[in-house]
């Protein structure tokens, strides 16, 4: 059974990068059954996607996060990875990894990890 | 840029039906999914494809999308289904959410 778990600091200084790893256990991230996805909750807030990688290499960012944003994949690990750059407070959140389907099915996630809240703060 | 409209919440009384809306522009064209989230929990998707439920998912959860509106219904709702609901669809290679609806039972 696949499982998601999400690893990283949890505090990141203003201006520095973040950076955030999925593990994938219970199957292959080079499945083409899955795209892999970073969302994030602000404390007391909604849920934005921040971007979805396909195994392939094909990626799909935020526009609004898309200048500060890479995701990528490291297959000899079964991880993803996540990495915000130039953060600032408003970037303080809880960041889920997910799992998903392409667009055609209607790009929907249907398991997610636990999520790994991180503070930016000095 | 595309938006989805939630209205912030929405309140029902044990047994009765509980009904969540969802606003874009022709959303009815594209698939709408919808994810239940509870205090301290990571979301769980409770709808996919308009109308499907995952194994897993009481049969009291429904949807429906046509028009610019998908609608999460909850039939003979109950105090456990008291949470934070999302709907989510896709337009430009760009995954939307909607804001959230805060369901209350009373």
């Known amino acids: 059974q696949l499982q998601l778990q999400e690893s990283g600091p949890g505090l990141v200084k203003p201006s520095e990068t973040l950076s955030l790893t999925c593990t994938v256990s219970?199957?292959?991230?080079?499945?083409?059954?899955?795209?892999w996805g970073w969302i994030r909750q602000p404390p007391g807030k909604g849920l934005q996607w921040i971007g979805s990688?396909?195994?392939?290499?094909?990626?799909f960012y935020n526009p609004s996060l898309k200048s500060r944003v890479t995701i990528s994949v490291d297959t000899s690990k079964n991880q993803v990875s996540l990495k915000l750059n130039s953060v600032t407070a408003a970037d303080t959140a809880v960041y889920y990894c997910a799992s998903s389907t392409g667009p055609v099915a209607g790009w929907y996630f249907d398991l997610w990890g636990r999520g790994a809240l991180v503070t930016v703060s000095s | 840029s595309y938006e989805l409209t939630q209205p912030p919440s929405v309140s029902v009384s044990p047994g009765q039906t509980a009904s969540i809306t969802c606003s874009g522009d022709k959303l009815g064209n594209r698939y709408a999914c919808w994810y239940q989230q509870k205090p301290g929990q990571s979301p769980v998707l409770v709808i996919y494809?308009?109308?499907k439920r995952p194994s897993g998912i009481p049969e009291r959860f429904s949807g429906s999308n046509s028009g610019n509106t998908a609608t999460l219904t909850i039939s003979g709702t109950q105090a456990m289904d008291e949470a934070d609901y999302y709907c989510q669809a896709w337009d430009s290679r760009t995954v939307i959410f909607g804001g959230g609806t805060k369901l209350t039972v009373l």
């Open positions: 990688m396909y195994f392939s290499g094909s990626t």
């Open positions: 494809q308009d109308n």
């Open positions: 219970g199957g292959s991230i080079s499945s083409s059954a899955y795209y």
